[in-house]
């Protein structure tokens, strides 16, 4: 408690695009703080950056932490303090509860001992402590119901990232010596002994022998902390190495994997343990390591290697039995699942079963896997160049930047625009990658490093080279044409949408006509000519100072104001619609559409209705030439929008913002944002007769 005898609260907000949502839930804690007669200080991780940094000195006078996020944060400073996490929308929808439940939350923990302490290498040490509803947070990770299965596949993520790097240098230094050095036999390509390039390959197989412990190790240390690492990466090496439980293959990946888990959750098993403060310093450092190395690797080898080497070898030989349609069911599945998110974890899945199958001595699989992982980028390439008018200038740039990547078997170089565009452009990638997988089953093609893309062909690691180009060359096709065509179809969607509501925008907007605003932003001015500025109430114009006021200028005037819209059967969509269309006719977006397709994308995330008849929906896209705000009072009773308190939404404000946004707009976005948390501003934007009356209250919560 602080010397006033208030509960000292720490709260850290943060939602994924840092700019309504994170500041909203920092307004609703301090409010709820000030109720509950808390001492709280809110530390935001917003896109202006981290703001309110706690220091040393407030988290230890800390009695609670709260981390309301929807975002990764680091809690490794709070060790020790009672912890809570929840998600940002909730904390705007419940902060009292959230505040009042911290208070009782589990002691976020480092370690096992007696009491607390610092172990060696300056690990905090905690003994855990069990909070409500059976959910225990232990060495730094929440564990219990609903989280079990986010925190291993964090836990494989985190050991999947980390061998990759071991994949590509081992896999191309392999391929690059085979096929410069390489000399043709019956058994294929080998490099003679003696020569420059042999040496190269012994390289590139060390490094690509440390694939599976270095996966097994980082699985571990995801869940267990360091005192998992040396664990995981021996155990790890235990299952590649099948001469310690009587087969030829080992275990493979599937085996570091499993090695991975219980070496990370045997460790934290035994950190839970109490002991006394003299052996605290020693636990995590070398009782943790050695016990947890002996526990697993001793059932390793005793009782789960064998089993699990027979069945990579079953499913070797089951493989070498598959021809015909049983090849391309397996292509088309494994290319689907490689395209489908382009590094997440079916691609990991579906790669690391091709890689795995190498060492059990076919090459087929890898060979499906390998033309699939160069279709969605150099498809995404292919696309931007065929069909730029449906693409912006940043998503062109990417395209560019795809093809190389797929060129290198990079599949993550899809990912901005599969980001942007997700409802036309996963689907294709989806489609392609099956046809390309399918059609490298159904030819044969093999490839015999741990890599795709064309250039494991031109280096001469795969087999049957111009089957593999024609495989790769369809999926292509099949994903370019998927992608323009649904892409065209949702440009045409969205332009009805927008048709239909121009007599609306231009009410809003008598100063400028339309066919005058859209030559100027044909002309490319940012905005429209201010001649003339009598507004759609009839009101008088706005002088220089009014339009020129500080923190406002450059977001909002009074033209990207409209009150009382009416709202038709399409609902939000509609109401997003016809903002962006407001903000197009000043020449704001350089494609509305885009804008739109944004903004759709960011709801399908989650609603960004925040209660009190508010709604932010916001996109973040290369067609906002500037950060542009647009405000609309709906007309009673409003519309639904999925809002946490199930009411209709009256005020929305949709925000755009460019990709690469400056700090201060970013700034005075916020400022909106909790000033929305407050009654009085709301009722003066419900009560405004003009759009000058509705801008002056703006001004007021923006400076």
Known sequence: MTSNNKPRILAITACPTGI????????????????????????????????????????????????????????????????????VSEAIKNPNDLLTRAQSAPVYGAGAGAGTGQAA?????????????????????????GSLGRSMYQALMNGVSHMIPFVVCGGLMIAVALSLGGQPTPEGLKVPEDSFWNTILQIGSLAFSLMVPVLSAFIASGIAGRPGLAPGFITGLIATTGSLYGTETGAGFIGGIITGFLSGYVALAIRKIRVNKYLAAIWPIIVIPILTTTIVGLLFVYLLGNPIAALFENLTQWLSTLDGASMIILGAILGAMIAFDMGGPFNKTAFLFGGGMIASGNAAPMGMTAAAIAVPPLAVGVATLLRRKLFTQTERDSGIAALFMGFFGI?????????????QVIPANVAGGATAGALAGLWGVKDNVMHGGPIVALLGAVDGVALFFLALLAGIAVTVAVMLTLLGLSTRRAARA??????????????????????????????????????????????????????????????????????????????????????????????????????????????????????????????VKKPTLVFARLAEPGVEWSAPDAQPVRLVFLVAVPESAGDEHLRILSKLARSLMREPFRQELLTARTETQALTAINGALN
């Open 20 to 87: 309504a949502h994170t500041y909203m839930a920092a307004e609703k804690l301090t409010a709820a703080a000030a109720e509950l007669n808390m001492d709280l200080k809110v530390e935001t991780h917003g896109s202006i950056g981290v703001e309110g940094t706690f220091s040393e000195a407030d988290v230890a006078a800390a009695d609670a932490v709260l981390v309301a996020a929807d975002t990764a944060v680091d809690k490794e400073r709070f060790a020790g303090k009672r912890l809570l996490t929840a998600s």
């Open 498 to 623: 927008g048709h239909g509501l121009e007599d609306a925008a231009d009410r809003n907007d008598e100063r400028v006509p339309a066919t005058a605003a859209a030559a100027t932003a044909e002309a490319g001015e940012t905005e429209p000519a201010r001649a003339s500025t009598t507004t759609a109430g009839g009101s008088a114009p706005m002088t220089d100072a009014e339009y020129n006021h500080t923190g406002i200028k450059d977001l909002i005037h009074e033209g990207l104001i409209v009150l009382d819209q009416p709202v038709d059967s399409e609902g939000r969509d509609s109401v997003i619609d016809s903002l962006a269309r407001v903000a197009g006719v000043h020449g704001r977006f350089t494609d509305s559409d885009q804008v739109v397709i944004a903004a759709f994308a960011r709801e399908d995330q989650g609603t960004t209705a925040v209660g009190h008849g508010v709604a932010i929906p916001h996109a973040r896209c290369a067609a």
């Open 121 to 145: 290498g300056g690990e905090s040490v905690a003994a855990s402590e069990t909070g409500r509803a059976g959910t225990s947070v232990v060495a730094g990770n929440e564990t219990g119901k």
């Open 411 to 423: 599949t993550e170089g899809a990912i901005p625009l599969a980001a942007a565009r997700p409802l």
